[in-house]
């Protein structure tokens, strides 16, 4: 199984920040990876697929890069509305694997 | 417009079984690529199983000869049978649509497994 390692687990900032977060294969996932965004009691919303293709409607702040194996999304200047949990999925593989989740407040 | 529906979670005993649907609407189940994902209590995303538009099927080594996936193209829905239900099944389930990542998710149903 492809083990997706997150980090931070939980990251404090402030709105304007720019935040990144990491999500590190266990494997060659050739690009194979989503970014979701979850506010409490609510499902996820997939941001980013295919590791830096924005999903439509998702605003330009957000943007994912890869480089090897390791993962990074990035929230250019963060608003009051991001403050969530976000997790990584890698879909290169089955079983399908999400990361521990990095959960962004203030 | 895409829309998830899932119903049928609850409170069941372990060893109990329980059928989860999820109605769709706005496109057609069975042209398209879905799953099931859960989450425990306070804990992160699980997935536990896909089926494909074609019918290949897989699931989560923690569910495999437990749960069943299927689908009713007549009713627009995605189902999955939990036989031998756990503690550990304890969550919400979420349908969702995707590419093997999902795009579009459901309002999730609570299963809770607890004698």
């Known amino acids: 199984d492809i083990q997706m390692t997150q980090s931070p687990s939980t990251l404090s900032a402030s709105v304007g920040d720019r935040v990144t977060i990491t999500c590190r294969a266990s494997?060659?996932?050739?690009?194979?990876l989503a970014w979701y965004q979850q506010k409490p009691g609510k499902a996820p919303k997939l941001l980013i697929y295919?590791?830096?293709s924005l999903e439509g409607g998702v605003p330009s702040r957000f943007s994912g890069h890869e480089s090897g194996t390791e993962f990074t999304l990035t929230i250019s200047s963060l608003q009051p509305d991001d403050f969530a949990t976000y997790y990584c999925q890698q879909y290169n593989s089955y079983p399908l694997t999400f990361g521990g989740g990095t959960r962004v407040d203030i | 417009e895409v829309q998830l529906v899932e119903t049928g979670g609850g409170l069941i005993q372990p060893g109990g079984s329980l059928r989860l649907s999820c109605a769709a609407s706005g496109f057609t189940v069975s042209r398209n690529y879905m799953g099931w994902v859960r989450q425990a209590p306070g804990k992160g995303l699980e997935w536990v199983s896909v089926?494909?538009?074609?019918?290949?099927?897989y699931y989560a080594d923690s569910v495999k000869g437990r749960f069943t996936i299927s689908r009713d193209n007549s009713k627009n829905t995605l189902f999955l049978q939990m036989n031998s239900l756990r503690a550990d099944d304890t969550a919400v389930y979420y349908c969702a649509r995707g590419e093997n990542y999902f795009d579009s998710w459901g309002q999730g149903t609570l299963v809770t497994v607890s004698s």
């Open positions: 295919k590791a830096s």
């Open positions: 494997q060659s996932i050739n690009s194979w």
């Open positions: 089926i494909y538009s074609g019918g290949s099927i």
